[in-house]
């Protein structure tokens, strides 16, 4: 019997090819670094996830299938899906937003639209590098079927990892019921880590990667919990940006909640300085 594991951010279930579904207990939670003693920088929040910020939802579909030699189109598949919805499911609207590159490679699309409004108007979405498009394009479909998008069109944030060596990477497993299935299940609270959504098949330096999160606790101007935190506008950037989120009342003076929060408006060039600062410090 072919069997597919989703896991959500509660725990693991498994459908069979029949669309039977299989309890298959809860996911087994691992010591973090911090449980173990390893000292890090920083007040993390209550959970210590990007959840902590408020709003954040976040959905998984993982897929877990087969064993032994790799057959393209067979398996084995070691792949999913992470879903991150800023506002959360029930609630449509952009958040401030930045992005830096890590490493000098990976896709990401919708990063364009980021760099010029310094907005984020859709879910944020992680899976296989082959498998980039059809999430993509599954992203539009999930928006329009649920309030629609943010302007006449859609420009979703979906980001790569490259699991080829533990998953079937050229068999395209991954499709937009899978897709659906993530977003439809994302959960505020605590959140599953390790073999889940589209960090299933991960590796780092030959050990056994995965998904991770984390929260930092920070001061600006009031306490607030963010993924990342940005400052305001320098005294040069004195006009204001051509768009803003939609359903903001107090623009200028607004603030935002997302994996970058801030309590002021910033433009996009600050924030990616701000996104890789953070994302060096988190490493």
């Known amino acids: 019997m072919k069997t597919t594991e989703i896991v959500g951010p509660a725990g693991r279930m498994a459908l069979t090819a029949g669309g039977a579904l299989l309890v298959a ?6 010591p973090r670094a ?3 003693g390893i000292p890090f920088p920083g007040q993390p929040g209550p959970l210590n996830a ?29 792949t999913g ?9 029930k609630t449509h609207g952009s958040v401030f937003g930045g992005y830096a590159v890590g490493n000098g490679n990976g896709e990401m699309t919708g990063t364009i639209w980021i ?34 998008t943010e302007q006449a069109w859609g420009l979703p944030v979906v980001a790569e990892t490259w699991d080829g060596y533990l998953n079937d990477l050229n068999g395209f497993h991954v499709t937009r019921e899978h897709v659906f299935a993530a977003l439809d ?17 991960m590796h780092t330096f030959e050990f056994k990667g995965g998904t991770g999160t984390s929260s930092r606790r920070v001061r600006v101007e009031l306490r607030a919990t963010a993924r ?3 400052s305001s506008p320098s005294r040069r950037q004195t006009h204001r940006p051509r768009t803003h989120p939609r359903g903001c009342s107090r623009w200028p003076s607004c603030r935002t909640t997302g994996s970058m929060a801030c309590s ?12 890789m600062r953070w994302s060096l410090r988190e490493r």
């Open 185 to 201: 299940g994302a959960r505020s609270g605590a959140i599953a880590e390790g073999n889940v959504g589209g960090g299933t098949g």
């Open 264 to 275: 002021r408006p910033m433009f996009s060039r600050p924030r990616k300085r701000s996104s």
């Open 228 to 230: 990342a935190t940005s």
């Open 34 to 36: 911090r449980d173990l």
């Open 115 to 148: 760099e010029e409004s310094g907005i984020v108007g859709t879910p944020v979405l992680i899976t296989n590098t082959h498998s980039v498009g059809v999430v993509r394009d599954a992203v539009i479909a999930w928006m329009l079927a649920n309030g629609g």
């Open 81 to 89: 899906v992470t879903a991150i919805l800023p506002r959360g499911r």
């Open 50 to 78: 990007i959840t902590d910020v408020a709003g954040v939802e976040v959905g998984y579909t993982t897929l877990i299938e087969g064993e032994g030699a790799l057959q393209v189109g067979k398996g084995p598949i070691r």
């Open 25 to 30: 207990g809860f996911a087994i939670v691992e």
